[in-house]
């Protein structure tokens, strides 16, 4: 939970929907879309890190993508590793931290081998925090962090009676970065569609029709606006919050 003075995102999580819709729109085919969406990826980490967001965190292939043809799927992974390839350096340069969550172990040596060199590259870069999530669901997240905790209670690193939330989040996704504050999901579907379950538990919700390929930086201005105007409770009154701000 995090709260921020200029009423500003620390964290921001998005669901990058409607890439399909924005290329068939257009009479083309599917890939034209994502090869779009990746153009406004690019511009959106650019935007976040201008604007000192701290963390982003990008749905770029859910573990239910699979399901997807097989040609659009190959297509998805070659466009990972492209970028990969193509962008690496100049986040570095930016000082992008890169991380990457998710079930890696299913993808190609090349494109863990990517995904790897990437993250260690940047590790200690002190800007903006990026996280793609890849091969990634919601509910893997949580029962791959009880595994974990269970194989630490059963080699004895860990007691029963230790487990609380707190030390729960310590397994999951994301532990050393702050919950996200705004999740942002573009293309007109509202769902959060097993993204990060665990941790969206006080997001702040923003869902808007603008498809991914569409969504710019007066877009993202929109959203932030929308978050600006938003009273974060944390199950707590707004008379609580009034007595609190005054104090
Ligand atoms: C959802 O749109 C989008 C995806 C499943 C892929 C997301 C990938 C990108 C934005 C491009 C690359 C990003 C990186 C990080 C390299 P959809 O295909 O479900 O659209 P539809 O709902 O209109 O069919």
Excluded at 6 to 25: L, V
Aim: proline letters at 2%; a neutral charge.
């Amino acid at each position: 939970m995090s709260e921020r003075s200029d009423n500003r995102p620390r964290h921001i999580a998005i669901i990058m929907d409607g890439n399909g819709r924005w290329a068939r729109q257009r009479g083309g085919p599917r890939a034209h879309g994502h090869q779009a969406g990746f153009r406004t990826t690019r511009d959106i980490v650019e935007a976040c890190g201008k604007l000192q967001i701290e963390s982003l965190t990008l749905f770029a292939f859910s573990s239910e993508n699979w399901k997807r043809p097989e040609t659009e799927v190959g297509f998805l992974l070659d466009l990972f590793l492209r970028a990969l390839q193509s962008e690496v350096e100049k986040l570095h340069e930016n000082r992008v931290r890169i991380q990457f969550i998710g079930e890696r172990s299913a993808f190609s040596v090349k494109l863990q081998a990517q995904m790897d060199q990437a993250e260690k590259k940047t590790e200690n870069n002190d800007g903006l925090k990026l996280a793609i999530a890849v091969n990634y669901g919601g509910r893997w997240d949580i029962v791959n962090a009880t595994k974990r905790i269970a194989e630490d209670v059963q080699r004895g690193k860990l007691a029963l009676d230790d487990i609380n939330q707190q030390i729960f989040g310590d397994y999951i996704s994301l532990s050393q970065i702050s919950e996200p504050d705004l999740f942002i999901r573009t293309g007109g579907e509202k769902r959060i569609s097993n993204y990060l379950l665990w941790h969206l538990a006080y997001t702040e919700l923003y869902f808007t029709n603008v498809l991914w390929p569409d969504f710019d930086e007066s877009e993202l201005n929109e959203a932030l606006a929308f978050y600006s105007g938003r009273q974060r409770r944390f199950g707590r009154t707004g008379e609580q919050l009034v007595d609190q701000n005054n104090a």
